[in-house]
C-alpha cells in the first residue's frame, strides 16, 4: 500500500519536473510513538497557525541531517526525546501558505522517534497542545491522506520487533 503511494507520488513529482517548475522544498517531521499495553500510541501537535492537528515538523537548520531535524522539532514543538531512527519512514506532500500568501510545495520526510521522555516545560508549550492517540485516531485527525497512511502503517521500531 505504501509502497505503491510512493510509486505514485514518485511518477507524480517526476511528470511535474519534466513539465517544469521548482522542486519542493525539504521538511523532517518527527513521529513521536510509544507503546501503551500491547498497542502503538503516537503524538500529535497542534499547528500554531491554524490549530491542525500535524506531526513536529520544520526545516533543517545548517548541514544537520534530517533525523536530526526530526529529533530537534520534536523536543522543541513537542517536548520529547528519545530514540529517533536514522531512516525515514516514508515521505508525504503538502501545501504550506506563506505571509505573503503564496503556496509552498513542500516533501516531509517522517522519522519514527521512540519516545523516552516528556518535559514538563518546553520552548513552545504556549504555542501548541500534545495529544497522544492510537495510530488510527491520528489517522483521522491529520488533513494530509498521505501523513494519514503513513501513521497507519506504521507498526512500531523495526529494531526492536526483530530483537
Given amino acids: 500500500m505504501i509502497a505503491s503511494h510512493v510509486t505514485r507520488m514518485g511518477l507524480i513529482e517526476r511528470l511535474r519536473r519534466l513539465i517544469g517548475g521548482n522542486p519542493p522544498r525539504v521538511q523532517a517531521a518527527a513521529l513521536p510513538w510509544r507503546l501503551k499495553g500491547d498497542r502503538i500510541?503516537?503524538?500529535?501537535?497542534?499547528?500554531?497557525?491554524?490549530?491542525?492537528?500535524?506531526?513536529?515538523?520544520?526545516?533543517?537548520e545548517g548541514r544537520e541531517s534530517l533525523s536530526t531535524t526530526a529529533a530537534r522539532e520534536a523536543?522543541?514543538?513537542a517536548g520529547v526525546e528519545g530514540d529517533i531512527s536514522e531512516e525515514a519512514?516514508?515521505?508525504?506532500?503538502?501545501g504550506k501558505?506563506?505571509?505573503?500568501?503564496?503556496?509552498?510545495?513542500?516533501?516531509?520526510?517522517?522519522f519514527p522517534?521512540?519516545?523516552?521522555?516528556?518535559?514538563?516545560?518546553?520552548?513552545?508549550?504556549?504555542?501548541?497542545?500534545?495529544?497522544?492517540?492510537?495510530?488510527?485516531?491520528?489517522?483521522?485527525?491529520?488533513?494530509?491522506?498521505?501523513?494519514?497512511?503513513?501513521?497507519?502503517a506504521f507498526h512500531g521500531n523495526p529494531r526492536e520487533i526483530a530483537a
Avoid at 506563506?98 to 509552498?104: D, H, I, P, S, Y
Fill in 41 to 60: 500510541e503516537v503524538m500529535l501537535v497542534t499547528s500554531r497557525g491554524t490549530g491542525r492537528w500535524v506531526l513536529p515538523k520544520g526545516w533543517p
Fill in 89 to 94: 519512514l516514508g515521505r508525504y506532500l503538502y
Fill in 97 to 110: 501558505a506563506t505571509a505573503t500568501g503564496l503556496l509552498w510545495r513542500c516533501e516531509v520526510a517522517v
Fill in 113 to 152: 522517534l521512540k519516545v523516552e521522555r516528556e518535559a514538563k516545560k518546553w520552548p513552545e508549550k504556549k504555542k501548541r497542545t500534545r495529544l497522544w492517540v492510537t495510530r488510527e485516531a491520528a489517522a483521522d485527525m491529520v488533513k494530509e491522506p498521505d501523513l494519514a497512511e503513513l501513521i497507519t
Fill in 75 to 77: 523536543a522543541e514543538e
